[in-house]
């Protein structure tokens, strides 16, 4: 008996939204270094959480992209593969997740460093349409081609 492999399309996402989550997201940790807030700082996390592991669908700020932004836009010229800008979620997730620990924990200079981190590429996404995680997304395909 013949097994036969199905092939999925990998999950389609409007460019645009990933970079309207990115200025939402560099104002977030904007005020996180202005403030010093762990608590804003888990926030932050939760909503990376939510955009890697359940999908950027399910971001809140993917959400409101979908509703008060996207509809006035129309349809974007083209769709792209979602799986770069969610593994970006998980480098943001993880940066958040050690600010969080920083700052809670009293290491305010690892909160500073983290979150420093994650807002220079959240505004490089925002700014200049250059997705940081990304492009390190495409560069491990390529140098892993078996393992993505």
Known sequence: MQQRTVQ??????????????????????????????GALLAGQALVFALGALAG????????????LV????????????????RFAQSVGLL??????VGYLGGADWLGLAATGCALAAAF?????DYCLGCEVYLWWRRALPGRA
């Not at 950027?56 to 509703?67: D, E, I």
């Not at 490089?124 to 200049?128: M, Q, S, Y």
């Open 56 to 67: 950027l669908r399910y971001s809140p700020y993917g959400w409101l992209y979908r509703v």
């Open 8 to 37: 999925r399309r990998p999950a389609q996402v409007d460019p645009r939204g990933p970079r309207f989550a990115a200025a939402l997201t560099s104002l977030v940790l904007a005020a996180v270094l202005i403030t010093g807030s």
């Open 70 to 85: 996207q509809p006035r836009l129309g349809p974007p010229a083209e769709w792209e593969d979602a799986r770069p800008p």
């Open 124 to 128: 490089l996404n925002a700014a200049f």
């Open 95 to 100: 940066f958040a997740l050690l600010g969080t």
